[in-house]
Nanobody
């Protein structure tokens, strides 16, 4: 059974840091682009960051560049994707979800083949 399970969300003060994790299992994800997305209350889901299957390429939404870092670890049966979030701002408050797909789908049209359920991040002033 394919699963993407996020963790690491929580409540943090503005300026603080959180590290989100997404464990993908149930099939081989080593050749998939992995991405992070977020959806704030009342807003549409938006792309945050992506990392290529090799880990050699990353891409970020402009508002998180220099603050967020995406990385990944490939294990035998799982892929874990991280999102290190520093300098958090109240506008970063959202439910963060990870997804797996091809580069174009993830980065250009925000579509993933597989999705996690999300983890909530709340940044207080």
């Amino acid at each position: 059974q394919v699963q993407l399970v996020e963790s690491g969300g929580g409540l943090v003060q503005a300026g603080g840091s959180l590290r989100l994790s997404c464990v993908a299992s149930g099939r081989s994800f080593t050749t998939y682009t992995m991405g992070w997305f977020r959806q704030a209350p009342g807003k549409e889901r938006e792309f945050v960051a992506a990392i290529s299957w090799s880990g050699n390429s990353t891409y970020y939404e402009d508002s998180v560049k220099g603050r967020f870092t995406i990385s990944k670890d490939n294990a035998k049966n799982t892929v874990t994707v991280y999102l290190q979030m520093n300098g958090l701002k109240p506008e970063d408050t959202a439910v963060y979800s990870c997804a797996a797909g091809d580069w174009y789908s993830i980065v250009e049209v925000s579509r993933g083949k597989y999705w996690g359920q999300g983890t909530k991040v709340t940044v207080s002033v």
